[in-house]
């Protein structure tokens, strides 16, 4: 089954609405195009070349304008393309009359004054469009019923003043405009003016006003990776990779992605101690790592001194140590027991002192004293008195 798409109804009136300005226009064109025809069929001789030229120029400013309004027409609002189209055809008839308009006996401007007026009245129609637009945004804010009586007054009010300005400005010798006419034109821009300043007026006092804006969030180190599996405390360094320097303010904490090289796919190897390699951000290549992994030694064919980084480890003595077997060797005398007795010392020990008579001894005689004989072993010495 093919589904059946409808447009909301506001937005289908809106689009009834621009193509009902557009529609406006043309007719507007083509009106008064039938008009200068007709003027310049029955009308007089007097330069009426040149006001048919100007005409020309007239249409296709008008028709470039109103090709360029529905163009604008769908990035603005409705009543604002509405409106900017109905000040245009406005100028458009200003500018036929102006141009067809017979010049009176005591017309003292001429065509070029009229020109100026037609560069006046258009002025004033975007002058009171932008005043309509800005009063229209400021009576949005804070909406009553006093401000909204007030916002369609003054809009009334401006549209007749400005109705009542054109008006003089396209016939200005035609009619005779006397005191009261120009009393009641300063008395509406009076009373528009008024009307104009009282919403913002009424905003101010009463309107409620904007949420501060959010506090700002946890700061950008704070937050974790969530790729890794691990985060990272913040980093005490004086620079930072672009785009991490900084975060949005935002109303909750967010997980921030791994920081990635400049290509932004990427990631930055991480460090053991699970922070990110800022270094090979910078180089191109990671950072060498020999705190944690110790990298094996090349073999050496000459005595390495010992390493006393590491503990020694403590032998095992789960085991007892294997006897070996002399069962194949030959019958021999055990050996005997170690003996447990220290060796001898080399030197003789020290004689005891003897002990001596209470009484003076007699000191024997010394033996008598003899050459000793060529090759004999001489004789041993006297024995100690006892």
């Known amino acids: ?78 009543w604002l393309a509405l409106a900017s189209m109905i000040t245009w055809i406005v100028a458009l008839i200003v500018g036929a009359i102006q141009i067809w308009l017979p010049f009176e006996p005591g017309e003292f401007a001429g065509g070029l004054g009229r020109f100026f007026q037609l560069l006046l009245v258009i002025g004033i129609l975007q002058l009171a469009l932008l005043h309509v637009r800005l009063f229209t945004s400021s009576a949005r804010r804070h909406v009553t019923t006093f401000t909204t009586v007030i916002y369609y007054v003054t809009i009334a009010i401006l549209i007749i003043l400005v109705a009542m300005l054109v008006f003089f400005l396209t016939l200005p010798d035609t009619f005779e405009y006397g005191d009261v006419y120009w009393r009641i034109v300063v008395a509406l821009a009076i009373l528009a003016a008024v009307g104009t300043m009282l919403i913002p007026l009424l905003n101010a006092l009463f309107a409620p006003k904007k949420p501060a804006a959010p506090a700002a969030s946890v700061q950008y180190a704070q937050q974790g990776y969530t790729q890794q599996g691990q985060g990272y405390a913040q980093q005490n360094q004086a620079y ?32 053991q101690d699970g922070q990110p390699d800022w270094n090979a951000y910078y180089t191109g290549y990671p950072t060498q790592q020999q705190g944690y992994q110790q990298a094996p030694a090349p073999a050496q064919t000459f005595p390495v001194a010992q390493d006393y980084g590491q503990a020694p480890q403590a032998p095992d003595y789960s085991q007892a140590p294997q006897v070996p077997d002399y069962s194949q060797a030959p019958d021999a005398q055990p050996a005997p027991p170690a003996s447990t007795v220290p060796p001898a010392s080399a030197m003789p020990p020290v004689p005891p002192m003897p002990d001596y008579p209470q009484s003076t001894p007699t000191p024997l005689a010394a033996p008598e004293q003899t050459a000793p004989t060529p090759g004999s072993v001489p004789p041993p010495p006297p024995a100690p008195p006892r």
């Not at 809106?14 to 025809?37: F, K, Q």
């Not at 109303?251 to 090289?261: G, L």
């Open 1 to 78: 089954m093919s589904e059946v798409t409808t447009e909301p109804k506001g937005k289908a009136n809106a689009s009834l609405l621009i193509r009902g300005a557009i529609w406006i226009a043309i007719g507007a064109l083509i009106a008064a195009a039938l008009v200068c025809v007709i003027w310049v069929l029955i009308g007089d001789q007097d330069g009426i070349i040149g006001r048919a030229f100007l005409t020309i120029l007239l249409l296709a400013g008008f028709a470039g304008i109103a090709i360029l309004e529905a163009g604008l027409a769908t990035k603005r609002p409705d």
């Open 240 to 271: 930072a990779a672009p785009g991490y320097s900084s975060q949005p303010a935002v109303a909750a904490p967010v997980a921030q992605q791994w920081p990635t090289y400049a290509d932004g796919v990427t990631p930055l190897p991480m460090l």
